[in-house]
């Protein structure tokens, strides 16, 4: 069963990958990121429309019979429908949160799957998902940390030039609109991966049997700072904040990062286990 273990991976490898490119096209409108995205879902269905004609023809039977089977083929419609969308409407908002989910179905399913069938191989899986649940928390960490610091350095950098001041220093800081966009890009990437990070997270409590506590300050301070960084982009994108006002903003933003980081990690009784 070694090769069903990697044929999971590699549907849920490419499957996030597509999910970080149509957030990318739906935040920047990146036509490049919307293309490779699409492709990369047609994959993920290639392969999972694969897996399903093989169940219809060595079990004889539809997969729709059982709970865990229902959402493969819901993960599947997901996705199918995701497809047709992308080609007949401009609606990414539509598109990202529609994979979402059918990530967070197909994720389930497979680790139940692979608990149940796979014996070692299965338990392995249900381990790797927590092993990418924190890794994935760790670097969207490092994006938010870069764009704090690109924040940093447009504040400062923007004090010397108010003050006339400093010069010596203001080309070594770089050019304020530069400095923003960056920081901007930095959080694109990092809103992506802490929501993968945290439906990984999830199934894998749910999956591994662990007493899953919504209410621990962890659970509760990684989804508080989701949500802060998507606040983030809303003021950005929607309200049209940019460089000092939302400079301060990531500042603070991070600020809390680091609280969520250092005091709730101390204080949780979930991520302590």
């Known amino acids: 069963m070694d090769e069903a273990k990697w044929f999971y991976e590699i549907i849920l490898i490419t499957y996030g990958l597509s999910l970080v490119g149509y957030f990318l096209d739906f935040i920047q409108h990146n036509r490049?990121?919307?293309?490779?995205?699409?492709?990369?879902?047609?994959?993920?269905?290639?392969?999972?429309?694969?897996?399903?004609?093989?169940?219809?023809?060595?079990?004889?039977?539809?997969?729709?019979?059982?709970?865990?089977?229902?959402?493969?083929?819901?993960?599947?419609?997901?996705?199918?429908?995701?497809?047709?969308?992308?080609?007949?409407?401009?609606?990414?908002?539509?598109?990202?949160?529609?994979?979402?989910?059918?990530?967070?179905?197909?994720?389930?399913?497979?680790?139940?799957?692979?608990?149940?069938?796979?014996?070692?191989?299965?338990?392995?899986?249900?381990?790797?998902?927590?092993?990418?649940?924190?890794?994935?928390?760790?670097?969207?960490?490092?994006?938010?940390?870069?764009?704090?610091?690109f924040s940093l350095m447009y504040l400062v950098q923007y004090k010397f030039l108010k003050e006339k001041r400093g010069f010596q220093w203001v080309w070594r800081l770089g050019d304020l609109k530069q400095l923003d966009a960056f920081s901007f890009k930095a959080v694109t990437l990092g809103v992506p991966l802490l929501t993968i990070a945290i439906v990984l997270g999830v199934v894998w409590a749910y999956m591994a049997d662990a007493e899953f506590y919504w209410v621990d300050l962890k659970t509760i301070g990684s989804i508080v700072v989701l949500f802060v960084y998507v606040i983030y982009l809303l003021l950005r994108l929607g309200k049209g904040y940019l460089g000092k006002a939302i400079s301060i903003y990531n500042s603070a933003a991070f600020l809390f990062l680091l609280i969520n980081f250092f005091l709730f990690s101390i204080l949780s009784n979930f991520h302590l286990q």
Request: aromatic share 18%; glycine share 4%.
């Open 32 to 149: 490049k990121a919307n293309r490779i995205a699409f492709w990369l879902l047609c994959m993920v269905w290639l392969l999972q429309t694969a897996f399903l004609l093989r169940q219809v023809v060595i079990a004889n039977s539809f997969p729709v019979l059982t709970l865990y089977d229902g959402l493969s083929f819901y993960a599947w419609v997901l996705i199918s429908f995701s497809l047709v969308l992308s080609k007949l409407f401009r609606i990414q908002f539509i598109l990202f949160f529609t994979n979402l989910l059918g990530f967070f179905i197909l994720l389930l399913y497979i680790s139940a799957r692979a608990k149940e069938q796979m014996q070692v191989q299965g338990v392995e899986l249900v381990h790797e998902i927590l092993i990418a649940h924190i890794s994935l928390a760790f670097v969207s960490y490092g994006f938010f940390t870069v764009s704090f610091l």
